[in-house]
């Protein structure tokens, strides 16, 4: 059995805790946000403040603070290598949950203190994460795709945040005049295929085997994955003022790169030994057949003329795409740490619940179906310009995360 291996070296649950549950939060926060925002959403209207606050709470409050709080359990079990301080990782928490409420807040209402304070904060505490990040990467003496991804996405979290920070500014003066759209790209890709989708290769080539139980699948994929998404955003970084280099060609490396991560995934898949897939595995499945559909509407911007709908709905679908992978990693990341935990240490002793039983499988079922189904409906409406079906959406993805987080509080209560 695997489970044991997710613990080695690994912190007290404290930790990844804290995070998961201020993420949980602010899932749920941006869920009901986008009821707020659907005819903003619907009318490709990405550019309105309100959009961007709900964006954050998604790109920074849910994915990064789930990524830092896995990272954290993960970075033991991956590179041998333990976080280098843990303290400064708490203090990381503190700074990044305060600052992306206030960020939030102050672009969603317009006040310029609000957002100053939370940039700083948030700022800091990237700086902190970055640099704590960057000791046990540099202490790791296994260096292989995960631990290339995982500087590479480092990178790229910085790059957003300085991008980001002009951004924020410009908003309030205007100083990036002409250059705001370009930088907006920069920011938009460097965070999400930067960082975000870097950290899910290198982190989802280690998990996904394990918890398929899958092996024998080449992994050369994984490793094109990573090349073609780091050159693609990289080359969007430094040459965005320029036609080809700046502009298609890091659209086909980025699609490139997607499509080789979907193919290594599907490999994993079809060599899996466990036959049967639980929730965790499934809403996995479903995230990247989202995301699977991205390469087709990034070809678009090979084109001119992008409509301000289908510039939205690119958006969304990596978000949401990436929104519910990590959703689905909580299905097996928490009941691996609670069983781990309290039940691990009795084995041998009594008979004991598996893993799996931690948790009601049907009500699981129902929380990524509506998950789902939400996320599906939010982009059609979008797509098609109907608020009212972005409002559908809305209350299934809220109603889903709602049951999820209630599921994942139970299982954090069980014990032996
Ligand atoms: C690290 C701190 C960050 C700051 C300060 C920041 C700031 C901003 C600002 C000010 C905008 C609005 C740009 C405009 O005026 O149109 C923006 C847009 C955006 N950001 Fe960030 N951002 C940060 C991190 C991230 C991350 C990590 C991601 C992705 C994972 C991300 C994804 C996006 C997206 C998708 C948009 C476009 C939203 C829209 O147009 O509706 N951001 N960001």
Redesign the pocket.
Known sequence: MTVPSLRTGAPPLRLPGEHFIAALAFLIVGAAGLWRIAPELSNGA???AQ??A???LF??GW??TSIMGALYQFLPVALNQPIASERLAHATFGLHVAGVAL?VTG?GVHHATTLGVG?VL??TG?AIFIGNLGVTLRRAARRELTWWSLCLAATF?AI??L???A??I??FTGFLGAG?DL??RV??H???FG??MLVIVGVSHRLLPMFLLSHGGSERFARWAVLLIASGAALLTVFHHLAVLGRELPVVLLAAGLVAWVVQARVFFRHRHRPQLDAGLRLSAIAIALLALTPLVLGRFLFPGVSASA??LY?GL??AG?ALFVAAQYYKIVPFLIWNRHFGPLAGTRPLPRVADLYAAKEATVAIAMLAAGATAVLAGISTGAAGVVRIGTFLLMAGALVEARQLWGVSRRRP
């Open positions: 990405y550019p309105a959009v961007v709900v964006t954050h790109t920074l994915i990064t960020m672009i940039l948030l700022g990237i979290l957003a945040f991008v980001g920070l951004l924020a410009g908003r705001h930088a907006l920011h938009l460097a965070g999400l960082w975000v510039r939205t958006g990596i978000v990436c």
